[in-house]
């Protein structure tokens, strides 16, 4: 793939929305893209599993998905190459396991960044480093502010389920 087909996608992911008018450090992101493809039904990423890469849905349709207590798998979203689609991009902050799995619903192809040369780049642009490091942390802060609002609603859930079947008194 073209150098500049890259930067044109890189362009519309938000990750690197502040780098849109920037060529030269979108042009360094880019050499460090490599490519990788999968067929439907494979599985891009394992949860449980170190990472090191941040993908970039290039084409294709993914599901995201988690397994529960009882290792159930169900699906928390789906993403497709319209909406400019990432995912691991935790990999690129730390060596944790992944914290979902991500299957092919479709045939995909993604751009790939990969921790060390991220961080290799980082040292090399200290500016690109910190403004993909803010969107990333950005990003987190998002999900994690939607997370706990999510687990204030499931607790008052609880609470009244618990109070419905007799367990506590309802409070008003």
Same mark, same amino acid.
């Given at each position: 793939?073209?150098?500049?087909?890259?930067? =044109?996608?890189?362009? !519309?992911? !938000?990750?690197?929305?502040?780098?849109?008018?920037?060529?030269?450090?979108?042009?360094?992101? %880019?050499?460090?893209?490599?490519?990788?493809?999968?067929?439907?039904?494979?599985?891009?990423?394992? $949860?449980? *599993? $170190?990472?090191?890469?941040?993908? *970039?849905?290039?084409?294709?349709?993914?599901? *995201?998905?988690?397994?529960?207590?009882?290792?159930?798998?169900?699906?928390?979203?789906?993403?497709?190459?319209?909406?400019?689609?990432?995912? &691991?991009?935790?990999?690129?902050?730390?060596? $944790?396991?992944?914290?979902?799995?991500?299957?092919?619903?479709?045939?995909?192809?993604?751009?790939?960044?990969?921790?060390?040369?991220?961080?290799?780049?980082? =040292? $090399?642009?200290?500016?690109?480093?910190?403004?993909?490091?803010? %969107?990333? &942390? !950005?990003?987190?802060? !998002?999900?994690?502010?939607?997370?706990?609002?999510?687990?204030? *609603?499931?607790?008052? %859930?609880?609470?009244?389920?618990?109070?419905?079947?007799? &367990?506590?008194?309802?409070?008003?």
């Amino acid at each position: 793939m073209a150098e500049q087909e890259i930067i =044109e996608k890189l362009k !519309k992911v !938000k990750l690197f929305n502040t780098l849109e008018s920037d060529e030269e450090r979108l042009a360094k992101l %880019a050499r460090i893209v490599t490519w990788q493809e999968c067929k439907a039904g494979d599985e891009v990423l394992s $949860e449980g *599993i $170190e990472g090191s890469d941040l993908y *970039i849905l290039y084409q294709g349709t993914v599901q *995201i998905q988690k397994r529960t207590l009882d290792q159930e798998l169900y699906t928390i979203t789906t993403l497709t190459d319209q909406e400019d689609a990432f995912f &691991g991009e935790l990999a690129l902050m730390d060596r $944790e396991v992944r914290s979902a799995s991500v299957t092919a619903v479709t045939d995909c192809e993604f751009l790939v960044i990969n921790r060390e040369d991220f961080n290799r780049l980082g =040292e $090399e642009d200290p500016v690109l480093g910190l403004l993909v490091t803010r %969107a990333i &942390g !950005k990003e987190l802060s !998002k999900r994690l502010r939607r997370a706990n609002k999510d687990i204030i *609603i499931l607790f008052q %859930a609880l609470v009244e389920q618990v109070a419905e079947s007799g &367990g506590l008194e309802k409070r008003a």
